[in-house]
């Protein structure tokens, strides 16, 4: 900073006591409701590039006095990843642990590996929330577009989305009209549009003491800045409070990263013990298909790959040794899948467990960092659904939809407006062979709902309960955006079908619903 006249620096002295009155009377109510509360202990990874903000937003959420060097923003920044633990009030105590990493070790995709080793070296690996910040001043640039695909190709999208977080820093002069002007804009901008989809399209503000303002004692703008400064720290500290529902986000050394994968091969041998069974052959066609779909898009495994340490073998195993022709509402669902460095199995009582296990099995597929397919193991899932009917309603009568149509959803030119009897029994059996139930409704008159009177809410009904249907109105869709509007919504309602009664808050399947939208999203574009 320049040096400033006994008179600036009286002003100075002045202004600082009155801030500390300020955040004195911000933070009297918090200590005293955090008192009351059990205290708690987070950890956030701060990731961005250079001059991105990081170790300013650090100093802020440890001193909210803090004003940054009287330079440029980031010129101050760490060269070498740094831990730092605060104590702060919310609505209780909380210790937050902050590991910052330089923006110099993340310019290209060989370094990726050093955000592992950096945390497991500081000793933290675990993390709530993984914050990658911007300035405001600088804005996004192609650089830092490139450098957050190179963080969400490394860590896997589907893995780490659920914690991320989007933190815009350098914004204490801006009210909440420019904020919301510049989170509108930027869900417009090209540039942002690339990235906030991976950060649901939410932005954080952050800001600190302008150094300009301060050297000149500047009292208004610095008392207005302190205010904003002040709320967004308390935001963001609460925002890290929250309990996402989920355990921490785990940063494995590249030791413990190779020992807990079995590497994928798209010609995975997959055997049955029933024999012959045509819904069990078709399904091993078709996963088999998917494979070496999904294989084409990623790079193969080198020729000098340790082969015990390649799943080679999955075994399905059918308890009751029958092939049943159709599925039926009281068939039993329910599975087990163990997955070994070089061999998995799925174990269920019917086919139709059989066919929810292979759904499972090919969910647990991820892309590593070298941009390989892989699968965890060891893994022991036991599964069943809780109810037996879990369906969705086309309303076709309102709206027409092709049979291609009607397939792609049970995968996820006409005329005459008419299904034929062909056209039924192709769907039908087009279900059958991927294990669902096509159950056909009629049209009736709304006079029927005097049936409810008969038959009053009681426990005893209640436990007649056999499932439910997710149902969109057609009216306001068609063959174009049908799949896109239903399936968003319809996963809500399966998660509810298929988990278990005691799940009755968004806590525990919200790392579901941000993994399941993303290949749902990827599914659509398909």
């Known amino acids: 900073m320049s040096h400033s006249s006994p008179s600036i620096q009286l002003k100075q002295q002045n202004i600082k006591e009155e801030l500390k009155d300020q955040f004195n009377q911000f933070e009297k109510p918090r200590r005293q409701l955090a008192s009351t509360n059990p205290p708690i202990k987070r950890s956030i990874l701060l990731l961005g590039p250079t001059k991105s903000g990081k170790t300013t937003l650090a100093n802020v959420l440890k001193d909210p006095f803090y004003i940054p060097p009287y330079a440029k923003v980031g010129s101050s920044e760490n060269q070498s990843p740094t831990v730092t633990s605060i104590e702060c009030y919310t609505s209780t105590h909380i210790t937050v642990n902050i590991v910052e990493i330089p923006g110099a070790m993340l310019n290209n995709e060989q370094n990726m590996t050093q955000i592992d080793e950096a945390c497991t070296k500081l000793g933290v690996t675990q993390f709530n929330r993984v914050c990658v910040c911007a300035s405001f001043e600088s804005g996004i640039l192609e650089t830092d577009i490139e450098l957050f695909e190179r963080l969400i190709k ?31 804009d930027s869900n417009k901008d090209y540039k942002f549009s690339r990235v906030m989809h991976w950060f649901d399209r939410r932005i954080h503000f952050t800001g600190a003491l302008n150094p300009v303002d301060w050297d000149r004692a500047n009292e208004g703008a610095i008392l207005d800045q302190f205010k904003s400064v002040c709320k967004d720290r308390r935001r963001f500290l609460e925002f890290i409070e929250r309990n996402p529902g989920i355990e921490p986000f785990n940063i494995q050394s590249p030791k413990e990263r190779s020992s807990l994968i079995s590497s994928f091969r798209s010609n995975l041998s997959i055997n049955s013990t029933l024999g012959k069974c045509e819904i069990i052959e078709q399904a091993i066609e078709n996963y088999r298909n998917k494979f070496q779909s999904i294989m084409l898009n990623h790079d193969p495994l080198p020729d000098n790959t340790d082969e015990q340490k390649v799943l080679a073998v999955l075994n399905l195993e059918v308890i009751s040794e029958i092939c049943e022709s159709y599925p039926t509402i009281h068939g039993d669902e329910s599975y087990n899948l163990t997955i070994e460095q070089t061999n998995g199995t799925i174990k269920a009582k019917t086919i139709w467990g059989v066919l929810n296990g292979l759904v499972t099995f090919s969910q647990l597929l991820f892309i590593t ?22 369906g969705i309603l086309l309303d076709t009568d309102r709206r027409f939809l092709t049979v291609t149509v009607i397939k792609q959803h049970l995968d996820v030119p006409w005329t005459d407006y008419v299904y034929t009897p062909e056209h039924v029994k192709e769907i039908i059996e087009y279900a059958r062979i991927r294990g669902i139930r096509i159950v056909p409704e009629l049209n009736t008159p709304g006079y029927v709902g005097a049936l409810s009177q008969v038959f009053p809410g009681n426990e005893t009904i209640r436990e007649r309960l056999i499932g439910g249907e997710a149902i969109l109105d057609e009216k306001s869709v068609d063959a174009t955006n049908s799949l896109k509007r239903f399936w968003p919504r319809a996963a809500v309602v399966a998660e509810k079908l298929w988990s278990l009664s005691n799940i009755n808050t968004m806590e525990d399947p919200l790392a579901r619903f941000y993994v399941h939208g993303s290949r749902i999203h990827e599914l659509l574009k398909s």
């Not at 989305?161 to 909440?176: A, H, M």
């Not at 070298?370 to 036991?382: F, K, L, T, Y």
């Open 369 to 390: 960092d070298r941009n390989q397919v892989a699968i965890n193991a060891s893994i022991v899932i036991e599964d069943e659904p809780r109810f037996p009917h879990r």
């Open 154 to 184: 490394h860590f896997g999208e589907e893995r780490i989305k659920p914690y991320l977080s989007f933190i815009l820093t350098r914004c204490e002069s801006k009210d909440e009209e420019s904020r919301a002007n510049i989170t509108e």
